[in-house]
């Protein structure tokens, strides 16, 4: 009897592990991916890009601020979003690649922004950028401060729009990523009340998409959330997405930052 | 414009392990543009890869491969710090080199 307890548990036990691969079979995917992430090539790129003297004022943008001083981009994505004192306001990274390509390097708003989205024709100077600027903190632990008033006020901006239904599906971000085991056809959604699955979304953005063969920021990823919400299109840098990323960052303190992540 | 590529070698015995990732549109020739227009085929036609300047793969590929390629090889008899060196060429005759000492296993 005893013995075929034991058997009964065995049995048990590999229809568990096995149907908690199954959960998820796209990570084994994901993996393989990740061990020579393309996404790589989008840091070569933008550590080029980065070193390069650009645009009007033929100059770098080495002495890009990211909040840790001009210069200092190790550990910088980490506390990102954050108040940036020179331009008044909360700031992502992507937004504050552009002030500086604006300030040092002369660009204007449209020239900078030009392929903010890369697409199979072009290939985006921001997204190499960030992917460079972002996997310079790698190994650090995200830890975005809402020390700022500015800083506190996104966060809850952020928080409301997150459960705010809204446009012709009536959806809200909360609709689809504040339950466990949700998913989009084999797309497990993540959780973003789960310490844990929000830590893995916010550790790996930008992140290189395998169906679209390119790096994604997170600008482009809630780009996409709002467009699948049906809702009008999100600006490029706007308020609402900064208070998003905000909110979502800070939700994400202490994921350990790996980027560029791989994602499907 | 030809951007580097990356590439890992790492020793297992005597085998190197090389793993090469490349950044190329890989177009096929069939796809068009926002505009309508066929996007013209470009793509990488030769992959020589070297081991310590002798040639170890020679490859002639197509447009069936990939955007942005990865090519895993083993290369058999390898020390580390050897020289490992791969070329690709494209139908455009942009070539690109890029070179990397093998790694000793870690």
Request: aromatic share 8%; proline share 4%.
């Amino acid at each position: 009897m005893l013995k075929l307890r034991g058997g009964i548990a065995a049995i048990a036990f590999i229809c568990l592990s096995s149907s908690a691969h199954a959960a998820d079979p796209l990570a084994a995917g994901r993996e393989a991916l990740a061990e020579d992430n393309p996404g790589d090539l989008w840091v070569q790129v933008g550590e080029r890009l980065f070193h390069e003297k650009r645009g009007p004022k033929k100059a770098s943008l080495e002495q890009c601020d990211f909040g840790l001083g001009p210069g200092k981009l190790e550990g910088a994505y980490a506390h990102l979003p954050r108040y940036f004192p020179d331009t008044d306001k909360v700031q992502d990274l992507e937004s504050r690649l552009l002030t500086c390509m604006m300030t040092l390097q002369g660009f204007s708003r449209e020239e900078a922004i030009k392929y903010h989205f890369g697409d199979d024709d072009h290939m985006s100077n921001m997204e190499s950028l960030s992917a460079f600027v972002a996997s310079k903190s790698n190994g650090k632990k995200m830890d975005v401060q809402l020390s700022n008033q500015k800083e506190y006020d996104m966060f809850k901006a952020g928080e409301y729009i997150f459960y705010r239904r809204s446009g012709p599906l009536d959806f809200a971000c909360s609709t689809c990523h504040t339950e466990k085991g949700k998913r989009v056809r084999l797309q497990d959604l993540p959780d973003m009340n789960d310490p844990q699955e929000i830590r893995a979304v916010v550790a790996g953005w930008p992140a290189y998409l395998g169906t679209k063969s390119r790096v994604l920021t997170m600008q482009a990823r809630l780009y996409e959330c709002v467009w699948q919400m049906r809702m009008p299109d999100l600006g490029y840098l706007s308020d609402m997405s900064i208070a998003l990323t905000t909110y979502l960052n800070h939700k994400g303190n202490g994921a350990v930052i790996k980027a560029p992540g791989v994602r499907r | 414009m030809a951007e580097p590529m990356k590439i890992r070698a790492t020793l297992q015995g005597d085998v190197a392990d090389v793993r090469i990732l490349m950044l190329h549109p890989m177009e096929t020739g069939q796809r068009k543009d926002a505009k309508g227009q066929i996007v013209p085929l470009h793509f990488i036609q030769s992959v020589i890869v070297t081991h310590n300047g002798k040639t170890v793969v020679d490859a002639q590929w197509s447009q069936a491969i990939s955007r942005n390629p990865f090519l895993g090889v083993h290369v058999k008899g390898a020390k580390a710090g050897d020289k490992i060196a791969v070329t690709w060429t494209d139908n455009k005759n942009e070539k690109r080199t890029d070179e990397v000492a093998v790694a000793a296993a870690s």
